[in-house]
């Protein structure tokens, strides 16, 4: 089992960032890739970034790219999403999940193994 703990969300002005991170504990010695992604009522979960174990891989959907940043340190476990030149389309909740893969990186939200809870993003206009 890996438990990823979400942090770092709020409310933050149009043009602002935030920087959310995920915490990872369990599984200690298993390599996987990890996401995030991010969900508004009665829409499917959207992919949004994803970065491989390595941390050398990383992959952004059009609609953040050139906006939001994914770093790893396995060193700590964690990964974080550094979201700046924040929009009112990016509000909804974010979700970090981890895929059990040593190599690599996957978009496709079926393919993940474990999720955290979500924190809540909402950008005013």
């Known amino acids: 089992q890996v438990q990823l703990v979400e942090s770092g969300g709020g409310l933050v002005q149009a043009g602002g960032s935030l920087r959310l991170s995920c915490a990872a504990s369990?599984?200690?010695?298993?390599?996987?890739?990890m996401g995030w992604f991010r969900q508004t009522p009665g829409k499917e979960r959207e992919f949004v970034a994803a970065?491989?174990?390595?941390?050398?891989?990383?992959h952004y959907a059009d609609s953040v790219k050139g906006r939001f940043t994914i770093s790893r340190d396995n060193a700590k476990s964690t990964v974080t999403l550094q979201m700046n030149s924040l929009k009112p389309e990016d509000t909804a909740v974010y979700y970090c999940?981890?895929?059990?893969?040593?190599?690599?990186?996957?978009?496709?939200?079926?393919?993940?193994?474990?999720w955290g809870q979500g924190t809540q993003v909402t950008v005013s206009s």
């Open positions: 999940a981890a895929d059990l893969t040593p190599y690599g990186y996957t978009l496709n939200v079926y393919d993940y193994d474990y």
């Open positions: 369990g599984r200690t010695g298993s390599r996987y890739a």
């Open positions: 970065i491989s174990w390595s941390g050398g891989s990383t």
